[in-house]
Structure formats: C-alpha cells, structure tokens
C-alpha cells in the first residue's frame, strides 16, 4: 500500500472528478470539431466558396489553443491526480491495459501533428489535400476516444474479465458500445455549440447564419441520438449500479441524473431556437453560457457514472480504498479483505510508525486516523465541512462512542455502497477510538 492523499474539505477522489469533469470539455469538442469542419470544408471546395474558410479558420485557431493547450495540460493533471490518489487502481489498469494506453497515445500524436499541419497550410496547399489532413485528424481523435472509452467502461463493468482476466473481455465489456455511441453524440453536440459561438463572430450575413443554422440541425440531431444512445448506457449498467440510482441508495446519483437530463434539453432548446429558427439571435455570449451549461451537465454525468460504481473503483475487482476485493484466478491475484482482516492493514503500510504498531492506549486514536485515512479517505474527509464529511456521518447514525463505531465497522459490507472494513481487531479499536473523537461535542 502506498501512502495516502489527504485533500482536506474535498477528498482525493473530488479532485480528480474536477479535473476530469473540465477535461472532457475540450477533449470532446477535439474529437467533435473536426467532422463539422470537414462537412463546412466540403462545401466550401465543391460549391467554390472560400468565404467559408474565414469561418473555418477562427474555428482551427481556438482548437488549437483551447483544446491542445487547456486540455493537454487537464490530461496530464488527471494522470498526475489519479497516481497520487489511487495508485494501486492506476497500476491496475496499466497492467492490464498498457498496450490500450499505448496505442490511444499513437492517435493522440496523429492529432497534435494533424492539428498543427492543418491550421498552418490554410491556403499553402491544395484545397482537398487540406480537407484529408483535417479527416485524419478527425479520424485519429476519434480512435482516441474509442480506446479510452473501453478503460473507462471496464472501470465500471467488468463482466467476463473477472474469470478469464482476458484484455478484450475486459474492454469490450457491456458498457463499452452504448458509452462510445453516447460520447460520440455528445462530441457532436458540444462542438455544434462551439461552432455557433465562433460563426457568431464573423459579419451579420448569409454565411453567418447558414453557419449557425447547419450547427444548430447538427446539435439537435446529435442530442436525439444521445437521448437514445443515453437510455441504452443506462439499461446495460450492471445491477448494482441500477440500483444505486434508481431505488434512492445514494439520493445524489439521481440528481445528478435529472442535471444532466436538464442541461440536454436546455441546450436542445437553444439548438432549436437561436440555431434552427432564429439564427440572427445567435450572439457569442450567450453560446459561451450554453457552454457553461453543457459543462454542468458534464459534471453530473460523470459524478453518476463515477458514483454508481460504489463500493469499487474497478468494478467487482477492487474496492474504491484500493482493496482487492476478489481472487483473480486468470492474472495470478489473491483477494485481500480477509488476509487485511486477520494478518492487518498496518502489514502492508511500510511508512506506518513503528512506534504505532503496538497500538499503545495513549497514542490510540493517532494511528486509527491513519487506518481511517486509507479505509474511509477517498469517499469522506475527516472534517465537519468537508465532502461527505465522516464527523456528520457519525452523528446521524447516532454513534456515540468507541464501542459502537466498532459495531459499526463490522457491518459496513452489508451496504452496497462500502466496502468492508478490512483490518483486524487491534486496527479496527484504533479505528473506532478515532472515529469517536470526530462526533461533534453535544451530539
């Protein structure tokens, strides 16, 4: 085990979400955009338009900047923010996916080459050559997001792979065809909003609003699709996932849900509104909040999809304090809670005090904090006012004391949303002796 992540208020786990909730942005309007513009550049050669390449070209400029700038540097903060904080599951997934990391990085450098070639050779070479570096871009984005959107699924149904450990049982998993058509529409939709914004921008005229209008049929056509794609991804969720949403086991991950659900249909509004009917009203900074609500939406989807995977954080396999949860008999791994709960968690924190170890009567509740830290830290914080904080938590289930938290500990694997508590008796007295000088005084 390695040593634990403390972000006070907002718990490892939060800032990753944040992180990623952001990144999704500009890395789905990368993959998105292109396949617009190709429609645009299309037009604009067979139909010998070149006022269209004013549009095209402020559109290029902003993906590079916005989406190869911004979004590379979020790519690298979720890596960086994820090893920090889920280590054991970060190496997980690279033992099992390193040649998906690998072949997802090749595409990423066919877009970083493309992009550049694209935006610097407007009007310095032929025109359909220019169109084909803007295909390929199009294309390797998208292949992309097809490798990355099988890890991500595997996160959250495992399926077949817990008994054959197979990369490609684990990778095209029940999630994996319905995610990667829902991200698909999704990329379509945020890129139609961008594009208005940016076609807002050029001289009030016909190109201005046909612009507008075209990206306006995209986004709602797109967003019809994801309504359908949407009701797919949430009917081959596992079981359990279902029921954390849908029979109120963690309340949140419905609102989420109704977010996510509102932000579609406001942004499905403006699509029909100021880009279908009334392209004229189309101004950038209202484009600009419509982005802002897509970006909500984006949180609440991604906290759903992130939250109904409780108690894992690689689904049936490990849990979300990095606990294997099950034998795996195809790669050679051993199930953990029960050796943690007879051998000790503390056998395998390195960096635990020695003077700790012994768990001495007066410095008790210091080494349950850190036992709590790794049991408890990347769901709840330790503070009153922090993200499911664990001194409230406490309160109302009215635990008053050291014994009863004990008692506590010992039923947490009959929630569906915890994990067991894995360590033995002498942790888990340490534990709850910590635990009980959380409750706020007078509870």
């Known amino acids: 085990m390695y040593p634990f992540w403390e972000v006070p208020h907002l718990t490892s786990g939060l800032i990753i979400a944040m992180i990623a909730s952001f990144h999704i942005l500009p890395s789905h309007?990368?993959?998105?955009?292109?396949?617009?513009?190709?429609?645009?550049?299309g037009k604009a050669i067979n139909d010998n338009r070149p006022e269209l390449f004013a549009f095209l070209k402020r559109f290029s400029l902003f993906i590079l900047v916005f989406c190869f700038v911004i979004g590379s540097l979020t790519g690298v903060g979720i890596w960086f923010s994820a090893t920090v904080a889920s280590p054991r599951a970060i190496s997980g997934l690279i033992h099992n996916y390193v040649w998906g990391w690998a072949t997802e990085w090749v595409f990423f450098l066919i877009e970083i080459a493309t992009i550049y070639a694209y935006y610097y050779t407007f009007g310095k070479v032929p025109p359909r050559t220019h169109r084909r570096i803007g295909l390929i871009y199009a294309w390797g984005a998208w292949m992309s997001m097809v490798i990355i959107t099988g890890i991500l699924g595997f996160m959250l149904s495992s399926d077949k792979w817990i008994e054959t450990g197979s990369f490609f049982d684990g990778f095209f998993n029940s999630t994996y065809w319905p995610q990667l058509a829902f991200r698909t529409a999704g990329m379509i939709a945020i890129a139609s909003v961008y594009a208005i914004i940016v076609a807002a921008s050029l001289e009030k005229g016909k190109v201005r609003y046909e612009i507008i209008r075209k990206a306006g049929a995209w986004g709602l056509c797109a967003l019809a699709a994801g309504a359908l794609f949407a009701t797919w991804y949430l009917n081959a969720l596992p079981d359990n996932s279902k029921e954390l949403i849908f029979q109120d086991m963690i309340p949140p991950l419905k609102t989420m849900l109704h977010v996510a659900i509102g932000a579609a249909v406001a942004v499905a509004v403006y699509f029909l509104l100021f880009g279908v009917v009334r392209p004229q009203l189309a101004c950038r900074s209202f484009g600009i909040v419509m982005m802002l609500v897509l970006l909500a939406g984006i949180g609440a989807g991604e906290g759903l999809r992130e939250g109904c995977r409780r108690p894992y954080i690689i689904n049936q396999y490990m849990y979300g304090n990095q606990v294997v949860a099950r034998d795996l008999e195809a790669k050679k791994v051993k199930g953990e809670v029960e050796f943690f709960q007879e051998h000790g968690l503390t056998s395998r924190l390195l960096f635990f005090p020695d003077q700790l170890r012994i768990f001495p009567e007066e410095h008790l509740a210091k080494a349950g904090r850190i036992i709590a830290l790794h049991q408890c830290g990347n769901c709840h914080t330790m503070d009153q006012k922090g993200i499911r904080p664990l001194p409230g938590l406490l309160a109302n289930l009215g635990l008053e004391d050291a014994e009863s938290i004990a008692d506590f500990l010992?039923?947490?694997?009959?929630?569906?949303?915890?994990?067991?508590f894995a360590a033995n008796e002498d942790e888990k007295r340490a534990t709850?002796?910590?635990?009980?000088?959380?409750i706020p005084a007078g509870e």
């Open 29 to 41: 309007l990368a993959t998105g955009a292109f396949w617009f513009m190709a429609y645009i550049e």
């Open 432 to 438: 709850a002796a910590y635990l009980a000088t959380l």
């Open 410 to 420: 010992d039923a947490l694997g009959e929630y569906p949303f915890m994990p067991p």
